[in-house]
């Protein structure tokens, strides 16, 4: 069974800890290890003692830990988390749970047999792990720069904000692109508009980004009109589009709804853009500025899921003014502090939209 | 209590049974069967709600979705293989909880 515990380390390297206790109710070192943590202790305790009628679990010790269980062939898994992304885990340990079961029964028996599968959550694997397939690496994009890095919550598995990025010449583009939707009607959008992205930077002139975003614009709506048999609701998107061009020594910034705080030497500037996108008029929708890049130590872009999210008490957003506070405390440039002070913000509550924010360090 | 139990039976399809536990008082407030009693009062026991804001476990053929507030404990039983948004089901029994109390 220690293949198990190394596939998980492997694909989740942040996890506190992986461990297996065995159903016949001897103990491990490594379980006796997890059984000094207090907040742990009681629940190994009722698992041991509920093991036969017990099938898995999650369970949310504080805001940040969470103790994930299930129970496998002839042990019970626990995997204590902070860091990791608690649905992936979950699906991951339900995927190898599926090929535990079906190695069992092949041995077991030679007729075919039918096997239960929770379907649901491994054809969302499958939707994960075509999602990702947009997504640009991170190395490539931080060559680009001094530094970056890029906090990409979705609200479930898979969602609507993603990231872009692209190079010509002298210049590198990057974008942060929240479409309509969340969950995986957000997900179909973004793959559609991941493509029309790829499309209008075919012609792509320096000199004129938001040409570039007009003509992204076009395609959708051409795209909804031509498939307009499901009424006015179509597909959208707002995007934060960043040309760096490294001959000028100049950034451009050319947005719908995305907004951006400026780092400088001697202060933070934000770069509200418009929220409200006219369709009919898109020209006038794009808000967009140059500037040199002389001065800037970092350019942070992000989406409304992150100015909208609601602290643990459900009552105030984070807004600009959270954000603007994340960045002047800045203790570190990178996505770990900023995820632990939006999960700070969030505590147990709810995180209510897709969250995307980039940070760009020149 | 029950009515806003039953409020809430309504408001969400996929929950079959809620109960509630009191951990000062150490009994149930409000239940509708025996089912994972035994079960909830060894977590009391146990201290298992001194390191918990919610869970969501499986148990016995029932699902259930477990949310500690300062005083009461409130059990949902949800459907199995129910499809459904976690989070927001856990959001909306903080705050039944907390009305509750």
């Known amino acids: 069974m220690n293949h198990i515990l190394n596939s998980i380390t492997e694909n989740f390297p942040d996890i506190e800890g992986c461990y297996l206790l065995p159903t016949d109710g001897t103990l491990d070192p490594k379980i006796n290890e997890l059984s000094k943590n207090t907040l742990i202790e009681p629940w190994i305790k009722w698992l041991q003692a509920n093991i036969r009628d017990f099938e898995d679990g999650i369970i949310y010790i504080n805001d940040e830990s ?5 129970k496998l062939k002839e042990s019970l898994l626990f995997i204590l988390n902070k860091k990791e992304n608690i649905t992936l885990i979950t699906n991951f340990v339900n995927t190898i749970s599926i090929e535990i079961q079906e190695t069992v029964e092949k041995s077991s028996s030679s007729n075919s047999m039918v096997i239960e599968k929770p379907l649901v959550d491994v054809k969302m694997m499958d939707a994960v792990r075509i999602q990702k397939l947009i997504i640009p690496k991170q190395e490539d994009i931080k060559k680009e720069f001094k530094d970056f890095f ?3 919550e979705q609200q479930d598995v898979v969602g609507g904000d993603f990231y872009w990025y692209a190079r010509k010449d002298d210049n ?4 942060i ?7 995986i009607e957000g997900a179909m959008t973004s793959m559609v508009c991941n493509s029309l992205l790829n499309q209008s930077f075919t012609d792509f002139d ?4 938001s040409e570039l975003l007009v003509r992204f614009y076009d395609q959708i709506i051409n795209y909804n009109k031509t498939t307009s048999d499901i009424g006015d609701y179509g597909m959208g998107a707002e995007i934060g589009l960043f040309n760096f061009n490294y001959k000028k020594s100049t950034i451009t910034f050319s947005s719908t709804g995305i907004s951006a705080f400026i780092k400088r030497t001697n202060g933070i500037e934000y770069l509200k853009s418009r929220k409200i996108i006219n369709y009919q008029n898109i020209e006038q929708s794009i808000y967009e500025i140059t500037f040199k890049m002389e001065g800037i130590i970092g350019i942070y872009g992000f989406t409304d899921g992150l100015i909208d999210q609601f602290d643990s008490d459900d009552k105030k957003k984070l807004g600009r003014r959270g954000i603007l506070k994340m960045i002047e405390e800045e203790k ?9 002070e939006i999960n700070k913000w969030k505590g147990n509550n709810m995180q209510y939209d897709d969250i995307t924010l980039v940070g760009i360090a020149i | 209590m029950k009515d806003q139990l039953l409020d809430f039976k309504r408001e969400f399809g996929i929950v079959n049974e809620c109960m509630v536990y009191n951990t000062e008082l150490k009994e149930f407030e409000y239940s509708e069967s025996d089912s994972n009693k035994e079960s909830i009062i060894q977590m009391d026991e146990l201290g298992c709600f001194e390191s918990l804001n919610y869970s969501y476990i499986n148990i016995d053929s029932n699902e259930l979705l477990i949310y500690k507030g300062k ?15 976690k989070a927001l089901l856990a959001h909306k029994v903080k705050h039944l909880t907390k009305t509750l109390e």
């Open chain 1, 172 to 175: 590198v583009l990057l974008a």
């Open chain 1, 332 to 340: 570190h440039f990178n996505a770990e502090y900023y995820l632990s």
């Open chain 1, 177 to 183: 692109v929240d479409c309509t939707g969340h969950s």
């Open chain 1, 150 to 152: 890029v906090v990409h």
């Open chain 1, 206 to 209: 320096p000199n004129n980004l």
């Open chain 2, 71 to 85: 005083k009461l404990v409130t059990i949902l039983f949800i459907q199995k293989y129910a499809i459904y948004n």
């Open chain 1, 66 to 70: 969470q103790l994930i269980t299930k």
